[in-house]
């Protein structure tokens, strides 16, 4: 990252630990006897503070800059209090006017914690208006008003000999950012996620009370006209920039403890089952994110899809949520969608992914491969749509065309039957009313032919009507147990009266049977369709047969078939997705 990797990390860790312990033991001995003793050392002790709170936290999280921040300010609060115990008095000057500059790299921790960042614009000015105020305008100010007969009195509040202008100055501008800190540390526990808050909660709660305590402290100036704070205040404050260190220690072993073990988390992708959503479950687990979803990334359809193959939510850079992807040598692997407080720890993701990306991958080709299916299946269930809807139109044109025309021939020549006289055209007669029975005869078989292709109250009345009407012209004894009453969409009911229609034509002709029953009902999203005979049995699925064509056409629509044939009966039973 940013600040090294490897050795260079190590090092600079060791630097900054060499850099700190020689700051503060130097401080330590040269405040003996001196008149700042006791505020030096405060200043050492919160400097050892941090410089070791820093470097745990950065063995924790090594890729958060959150324990260089920490470091920075413990190296700053030591270089305040090994001038504070000099006895040089320009020395002293200079430690007095910078004592405050630690705080600055603490405001920038407390509010990049845990990701080390600053997320939003408002985070950034704050911080850059604490260095501006702490490092370019307030030493100067102490500075330029400070005075060699007032060192005695410098204690812990580094703006002792400040006149009271410039006290009420630096105190308003001191009360505006305390305030604003305060906002964005509410702001920031309220937007955390749940599982972030154990974590946040002890670093945030310290960094309120200093900026509280700090902001008394400033208010209590201004009440008092410039005059300096009194000993409530600055041992207030002293205690609350204390609180820091310890605030941030708990949070980091807090971070510690809820960070994954990368083995036992290697294990379980390696144990785990076929089940396509076994990798997000062990991963969500690991994350700590119950709602945690992956999509995969389908080259050939070049979108993301679920592990069912179907087409992953699109919708997500409008929502709350946060997008990791995950990528390969190839390409985009997957893409974790997840809550913004995942990022929070970026190193147990980076841990989380690296070992689970081979396991990804492998998810990935299947989930590519039910993508490839569901289209296949989406394909033939239009197929199926359009083969209804184009046995809807022969019907239609079967209807209003040559029946009608039928329908008319047959009229016409029974009128012209009328007009001859049986005595006088006895054979033409005779023909005409031969022709006029084959008419019938052939509307009859047209109107047989026109229900076969599609039944006409399967379109006007739904499917319960329809097989009424079937089981009505059956020969053999057939009862409707049940059968829904609201419509549905025409490729099912189509899909599920031909069923029908073929299982009674199969007892018809082959079963033997007395009596036959079909059951169709709603039964959670799909409708059920059974139909049992009291035949001979025998019945299977063949190739090129009206069952293997149903069964095909109940794959289509995403259902199945099940085909149970004994020497009691036979009983077909088909599943058909509604949606």
């Not at 807090?254 to 073990?261: C, G, K, Q, T, Y």
């Not at 990306?357 to 289209?375: I, P, Y």
């Amino acid at each position: 990252m940013w600040f090294g990797r490897g050795a260079h990390r190590r090092g600079l860790r060791l630097g900054i630990t060499i850099a700190g312990i020689a700051l503060t033991s130097g401080a330590a001995v040269s405040t003996l006897g001196t008149a700042s003793a006791h505020a030096a050392v405060a200043w050492d002790l919160l400097g050892t503070a941090l410089i070791v709170v820093a470097m745990f936290g950065w063995g924790v999280m090594p890729e958060n800059r959150s324990g260089l921040l920490l470091a920075a300010s413990g190296i700053l609060a030591a270089a305040s209090g090994a001038a504070l115990g000099q006895r040089n008095a320009t020395v002293h000057l200079f430690g007095t006017a910078g004592a405050a500059t630690c705080v600055a790299p603490l405001v920038h921790a407390t509010l990049s914690y845990p990701r080390g960042r600053l997320a939003t614009r408002e985070t950034f000015a704050i911080v850059a208006s604490a260095y501006v105020f702490l490092f370019a305008l307030l030493p100067p100010l102490d500075l330029f008003v400070l005075s060699e007969n007032r060192l005695d009195s410098v204690g812990m509040n580094p703006s002792g000999a400040l006149s009271s202008w410039g006290r009420s100055a630096a105190s308003v501008v001191a009360a505006v950012l305390l305030a604003w800190v305060i906002l964005l540390l509410a702001r920031k526990w309220h937007s955390a996620a749940s599982p972030s808050r154990r974590i946040l909660k002890p670093a945030l709660a310290a960094a309120a009370f200093a900026a509280c305590a700090g902001l008394a402290a400033a208010v209590a100036v201004l009440a008092q006209r410039g005059s300096p704070p009194g000993s409530i205040e600055v041992t207030l404050l002293g205690a609350a920039l204390m609180s820091l260190p310890v605030g941030f220690l708990v949070s980091f072993i807090r971070a510690r403890i809820a960070a994954p073990n990368i083995g036992e988390f290697l294990i379980g992708v390696t144990k785990r089952s076929s089940d396509e959503n076994s990798l997000r479950d062990l991963m969500r687990r690991a994350l700590d994110d119950p709602a945690l979803e992956i999509g995969y990334w389908a080259r050939t359809t070049r979108a993301f899809v679920d592990g069912n193959g179907r087409p992953f939510p699109n919708d997500w850079p409008a929502s709350s949520r946060v997008a990791t992807l995950i990528g390969g040598s190839g390409g985009p692997v997957a893409v974790l969608l997840h809550e913004p407080a995942v990022l929070d720890d970026e190193g147990r993701v980076a841990a989380v992914a690296a070992v689970a990306r081979v396991a990804l991958e492998n998810e990935r080709l299947h989930a590519e491969v039910r993508a490839q299916l569901e289209l296949a299946r989406e394909s033939r269930a239009r197929i199926v749509e359009v083969a209804d809807s184009e046995r809807r139109r022969i019907e239609r044109d079967i209807h209003d065309g040559a029946q009608q025309r039928l329908v008319a021939l047959a009229v016409a020549m029974s009128l012209a039957e009328e007009q001859l006289d049986r005595d006088q055209h006895p054979a033409a007669r005779a023909l005409l009313e031969q022709a006029g029975r084959q008419a019938r005869t052939a509307l009859a078989e047209l109107r047989q032919l026109a229900r076969g292709i599609h039944p006409p109250l399967l379109t006007e009345a739904g499917l319960g009507p329809a097989l009424l009407s079937l089981a009505e012209r059956m020969p053999v004894a057939t009862r409707i147990l049940a059968a829904p009453a609201q419509r549905l969409s025409p490729s099912v009911e189509a899909t599920a009266y031909f069923l029908v229609a073929e299982a009674l034509s199969n007892v018809v002709k082959h079963a033997r049977a007395s009596a036959a029953s079909v059951t169709a009902r709603d039964d959670g999203g799909e409708i059920m369709v059974v139909v049992t005979d009291d035949g001979s049995g025998g019945a299977k699925v063949v190739g090129g047969g009206g069952l293997e064509r149903v069964e095909d056409r109940v794959a289509a629509l995403g259902g199945c078939l099940e085909l149970r044939s004994q020497t009691t009966g036979t009983q077909i039973t088909a599943r058909i997705p509604c949606a």
